[in-house]
């Protein structure tokens, strides 16, 4: 398999200008961004104007806009591959000296330089927000906070695999948005829940089986939330050690695998695949 470097960064230059002009980017990163700066400005002013709020407020704000960090990269991923097929654009990039293999990857790295974009900066706003109202916390905390951040980014980063995965498979782009929804988001949250009705009913214990936090690291939305304990060991006032049945190293793995075998599935899956 030849791979070159620079053919999948020209891919990922293409993917990232040609969405920025898009509208589902306008709009839902707006709405994120308005959520996340109004979220952090609103829990600032009503805290005790203390360095130590720093932690909670950050965990709170992002725990409130924790939907865009799914909906985002799924609307902007869903149709990578099944765009270019409809528009029988994909034989054109094919006709040029560039493999499949840097197709998916150059077009994952310009999605997530996207998402970057947008997070990064804003996270960086919502830090100031904060700052101004309960003065500098410690470095421990802003390191912590920007760490968060690099978790989220990776969560997106298997949204925008397992979407390009639908994308893959799938012969239009409604039915690749619907799997990625239907599947992608709302099928994996609800496998805990199910599995913690199927212990209840079969009278087992009241902590989670070892079965349930299998099926609740599945979820990239649920190992997210799992991991804003590095921010803070509390939420909206609820400690987080009561929040989540998997610890903040198993839902960095189970996001780390869950990114890997996805991605390796689509790019196996687009390599076999006839694009008729």
Not at 91 to 109: D, M
Not at 154 to 169: D, E, K, P, V
Not at 180 to 203: A, D, E, K, R, V
């Amino acid at each position: 398999m030849n791979f070159s470097i620079y053919s999948a960064w020209e891919i990922a230059k293409k993917e990232f200008y040609e969405y920025l002009k898009t509208k589902r980017l306008i709009i839902i990163g707006g709405l994120y961004i308005a959520g996340f700066l109004l979220s952090t400005g609103i829990l600032s002013h009503y805290s005790s104007h203390s360095p130590q709020d720093f932690p909670s407020i950050m965990g709170s704000a992002h725990s409130i806009v924790s939907i865009f960090y799914i909906i985002l990269p799924i609307t902007l991923s869903y149709d990578l591959i099944v765009r270019e097929r409809s528009r029988k654009s994909i034989y054109l990039l094919l006709s040029k000296p560039v493999s499949r293999e840097e197709i998916i990857f150059g077009k994952f790295v310009g999605v997530l330089l996207i998402i970057c974009c947008i997070i990064i900066p804003i996270a960086t706003a919502g830090h100031i927000i904060s700052i101004a109202y309960c003065g500098f916390p410690d470095i421990e905390s802003v390191a912590r906070a920007y760490a968060y951040i690099g978790i989220v980014i990776l969560g997106a980063g298997c949204y925008i695999s397992f979407s390009m995965l639908f994308s893959t498979i799938t012969r239009t782009t409604a039915t690749s948005l619907i799997s990625s929804l239907i599947i992608g988001w709302f099928g994996l949250n609800m496998l805990y829940p199910i599995t913690l009705i199927i212990n209840f009913l079969s009278g087992g214990s009241s902590s989670s089986p070892w079965y349930s936090k299998i099926a609740y690291a599945i979820s990239p939305s649920n190992n997210m939330g799992a991991a804003q304990r590095i921010l803070t060991d509390r939420l909206m006032g609820v400690p987080t050690q009561s929040l989540y049945p998997i610890s903040t190293s198993q839902s960095l793995i189970s996001l780390v695998i869950f990114l890997l075998a996805t991605f390796i599935i689509t790019t196996f899956l687009f390599h076999r695949r006839e694009l008729n």
